[in-house]
């Protein structure tokens, strides 16, 4: 299973910036998705999730709000809006993959099993 993250680049405070993850797996609709990012110098944190219908979405409290998760099953792709991006969002934003289909600890690095190469988001303000 590989993840590729892409959308990332500079944009200022206060606007907005999509990101997208394509998975390479025939079975992409069953697996559950997260988003997490790791800004210079810290850890790496969650920041949303989705499960494998769409039927759950997951958010910390630093994103409610403004950033959105979705997926396109058929498209085998995960994305993640972020509007209303603030400095602090600056990192290295990550795609993951979660075997099972409804993440029950969804904001734990352990219950996801692949991930991506990350795609770099730096917020000017």
């Known amino acids: 299973v590989q993840l590729q993250a892409s959308g990332g680049g500079l944009v200022q405070a206060g606007g907005s910036l999509r990101l997208s993850c394509r998975v390479s797996?025939?079975?992409?609709?069953?697996?559950?998705m997260g988003w997490f990012r790791q800004a210079p110098g810290k850890e790496r944190e969650f920041v949303a999730a989705?499960?494998?219908?769409?039927?759950?979405?997951y958010y910390a409290d630093s994103v409610k709000g403004r950033f959105t998760v979705s997926r396109d099953n058929a498209r085998n792709t995960v994305n993640l809006q972020m509007n209303s991006v603030k400095p602090e969002g600056t990192a290295v934003y990550y795609c993951?993959?979660?075997?099972?289909?409804?993440?029950?600890?969804?904001?734990?690095?352990?219950?996801?099993?692949?991930w991506g190469q990350g795609t770099l988001v730096t917020v000017s303000s």
């Open positions: 797996t025939r079975t992409f609709s069953s697996y559950a």
């Open positions: 989705i499960s494998w219908n769409s039927s759950s979405t």
């Open positions: 993951a993959g979660s075997y099972y289909p409804i993440p029950t600890r969804y904001a734990y690095e352990g219950e996801y099993s692949y």
